[in-house]
């Protein structure tokens, strides 16, 4: 009897220990292997990429805007002369007069810019502040969101319609928004001034685009970009000049009122003429607001006005404004009248096809959507950048405007 108690305790024993021992193996393999599984996340979280090294390996150079060239453009620097003592003191014809617009934000001292957190632009939000509609600013932003898919950046847009006081109200819904930073196309060069201050002041960083503010905003702007309309209406004053064998009487049709390129693409020719081609006379200037029939109006009477006398006209545009100067010249019977204007739409490009046009400025619009926010990219990813970056600048003739077909506008 006890021998059998005995072997019977001495099994369950053996099954006891033999169970313990099992189990405790298995729970030091739980154990390790949980201790592994540790290890690997570990190992994923610190070969995980940041945001901005994400940011940084976007390739958006290789992309191709609607007219067969770079989406993104390489951008120009010029050279900025000394300011004059007082511009203002000087003559309307004199260059140095409209230093403060033509060099606005090269020597501008800067007032409390937020530091860019330097964190990658993916994810970002941003808010566009577009001045108003025109077929210029449906490319302009076809080529503003295509930056945008590449970064998967969230953007707002709104449009002020040409009104500042539209755009006034814009700019308290853009910072109610809470962006990241705000793209800022001003109606008007003087009056956003206080615009933008307001955005500054709320700690939003500014990238102002297209037409340039005056010297009293451009303090509150981290950077500027768009086309060198200055640079550009001086190129294209010579030529002009040259084609009019440097003498005879010329108008010009100007811009939207209030807008940087009402001045420039007046003043720059004029400031150049005076001394390229001194023999040259300005007739006329005035704005048609780049409507059709309005310029068609306005042509037809300087033609009228001045008759043979009248040899060449400077368009601020050549959408509707090239639309209208056709109108009229063809009604009048002018075909020996030199025309030049700022590019480049399919109406101005057909033009220069024709030989209604001689030459055009380049400005790819998409281009000028896509360097703004790509300019806020570059200040997510805390990047050094110059104040102010200019489209590149040439002149389309019927030499090379098969080149820039198809149109972006």
């Not at 154990?31 to 610190?46: I, L």
């Not at 403060?100 to 020597?107: F, K, L, P, R, S």
């Not at 700022?342 to 030989?355: I, P, Q, W, Y």
């Not at 703004?372 to 003739?397: K, S």
């Amino acid at each position: 009897m006890f021998k059998k108690c005995f072997s019977v305790i001495l099994v369950m024993s053996l099954l006891v220990t033999l169970f313990v021992g099992c189990g405790s193996k298995e729970k030091e393999e739980k154990v390790e292997k949980t201790d592994s599984d540790k290890a690997s996340v570990s190992d994923n979280t610190n070969n995980e990429k940041s945001n901005l090294e994400k940011s940084k390996e976007i390739d958006v150079f290789s992309i191709i805007g609607s007219d067969g060239q770079p989406l993104i453009l390489p951008t120009e620097k010029k050279e900025v002369p000394d300011r004059p003592e007082d511009p203002k003191a000087l003559a309307e014809e004199d260059a140095g007069h409209w230093w403060d617009i033509e060099y606005a934000g090269w020597t501008t001292k800067k007032e409390n810019l937020p530091k860019s957190p330097a964190d990658g632009a993916i994810g970002k939000k941003v808010v566009l502040l577009k001045a108003g509609d025109h077929p210029y600013w449906t490319a302009y932003v076809n080529g503003f969101t295509q930056i945008a898919e590449a970064y998967d950046i969230e953007v707002k847009i709104l449009n002020g319609n040409w009104n500042m006081d539209l755009q006034s109200q814009q700019v308290d819904q853009a910072i109610n928004e809470k962006p990241d930073a705000v793209i800022f196309a001003p109606v008007d060069a003087t009056a956003c001034a206080p615009l933008m201050r307001k955005i500054n002041q709320a700690g939003i960083p500014i990238i102002a685009s297209n037409t340039i503010p005056a010297e009293a905003a451009m303090k509150y702007c981290t950077a500027w970009t768009g086309p060198d309309d200055w640079g550009q209406f001086r190129m294209l004053a010579k030529y002009f000049a040259d084609e009019m064998g440097k003498e005879g009487g010329y108008a010009i049709v100007r811009h939207m009122p209030g807008s940087s390129p009402y001045f420039a693409r007046t003043f720059a020719p004029i400031t150049e003429l005076v001394d390229y081609a001194p023999d040259m006379k300005l007739l006329a200037m005035d704005t048609a607001n780049l409507e059709a029939e309005a310029t068609m109006q306005l042509v037809s009477d300087w033609i009228t006005k001045y008759g043979d006398e009248l040899k060449g006209l400077i368009l601020a545009g050549d959408g509707f404004s090239m639309t209208g100067t056709e109108e009229a010249l063809k009604n009048a019977g002018r075909e020996d009248i030199v025309v030049v204007a700022a590019g480049n739409s399919k109406t101005g490009m057909d033009a220069v096809k024709n030989g209604v046009c001689s030459g055009i400025t380049y400005q790819s619009a998409e281009g000028d959507g896509a360097i703004a926010l790509f300019t806020a990219v570059r200040y997510f990813n805390g990047e050094e950048m110059d104040p102010v970056a200019y489209l590149p600048r040439h002149i389309i003739t019927a030499d090379d405007v098969d080149n820039y077909m198809p149109a972006q506008w």
